[in-house]
C-alpha cells in the first residue's frame, strides 16, 4: 500500500510538472511586465495612480481546472496500473492539500521578495489584491487562506469532473444546470445577494478554517464516485 502511494504521487507531480512550468512562466512574465511598467510610470505618478496585481486569482483558476482534468487524465491511468480506488481517493486527496500549501506557501514568498524590492526601488503604487487584506495580512495567513480556497477549488471540481466521468455530459450538465437555475432564482429573489453581502461583510479568519472543512467534506464525498468507477469513461 505505501509502494502503491508513493508511486500514484510521484505520478501525480510528473503528471503536472510541464503544466506547472508553463502556468509559472506565464504568470511571472506578467509580473515582471507589471512591475516594468510601474517603474516607468512612479515618476509620472500625481498620487491617484496605482497599479493592483493578483497571485492567486490566476493560481485559484489553475487548481480549478486541474482539479477538473484530473479525473480524466489521472484516474483511468492509476486504475489500468492497478491501483485501488481507496489508494487512488486517498492519494489524490494528500497531492491535492501538499500543491494547495506548495502554491499557497511559493505565493506568499513571491510577494514578500517583490515587496522588498519595490521597497528598496521606492515604487509605492504597485499593490497585490489578497483576502487577507480583509482580515489579517500576514505571510501566516495568506498561506492559510489561499491553502484553503485552493483545496476548495480542487475538491469541488473534481467531484464535477467525476460526475461528467460517471454520468456524461448529459448527467454533469444536468448538475451544472441545475445549479445555475438554483443561482439564478438567487440572484432574483434576492437571498445570493443578500448571502455574499453578509458573508464579505463578516468575514474572518474563521471562515477560512470553515472552507478548508468543507473542501475536505465535499472530497470526501468524491469517494462515493471513486469507489466504482472503472477505465470506461461515459460519453
Not at 508553463?22 to 497599479?51: C, H, K, Q, R
Request: glycine letters at 10%; a neutral charge.
Amino acid at each position: 500500500m505505501g509502494r502503491q502511494m508513493k508511486g500514484l504521487l510521484y505520478f501525480y507531480g510528473s503528471d503536472l510538472r510541464y503544466s506547472l512550468m508553463i502556468f509559472w512562466t506565464i504568470l511571472l512574465a506578467i509580473l515582471a511586465v507589471s512591475l516594468a511598467f510601474a517603474y516607468f510610470l512612479e515618476g509620472l505618478n500625481d498620487g491617484d495612480t496605482f497599479f493592483t496585481f493578483s497571485l492567486t486569482g490566476p493560481m485559484y483558476v489553475f487548481c480549478a481546472i486541474v482539479g477538473f482534468l484530473s479525473v480524466k487524465d489521472s484516474v483511468p491511468f492509476a486504475i489500468k496500473m492497478g491501483a485501488t480506488r481507496k489508494n487512488l481517493f486517498i492519494s489524490l486527496g494528500i497531492f491535492f492539500l501538499i500543491l494547495s500549501m506548495a502554491l499557497a506557501l511559493a505565493a506568499t514568498m513571491l510577494q514578500e521578495l517583490v515587496l522588498a524590492l519595490l521597497n528598496a526601488t521606492g515604487i509605492d503604487l504597485f499593490y497585490f489584491l489578497h483576502p487577507a487584506y480583509f482580515v489579517d495580512d500576514t505571510w501566516y495567513t495568506r498561506i492559510l487562506i489561499d491553502t484553503s480556497v485552493m483545496f476548495f477549488f480542487f475538491a469541488v471540481m473534481f467531484i464535477i469532473g467525476l460526475m461528467f466521468y460517471k454520468y456524461g455530459l448529459a448527467g454533469g450538465g444536468s448538475f451544472l444546470g441545475a445549479l445555475v437555475v438554483v443561482g439564478l432564482l438567487g440572484i432574483a429573489q434576492g437571498w445570493i445577494i443578500d448571502f455574499v453581502t453578509d458573508l464579505v461583510a463578516g468575514i474572518d479568519l474563521e471562515f477560512f478554517y470553515q472552507l478548508l472543512g468543507i473542501g475536505l467534506v465535499i472530497y470526501a464525498l468524491s469517494y462515493l464516485f471513486l469507489r466504482r468507477i472503472t477505465t470506461v469513461k461515459v460519453r
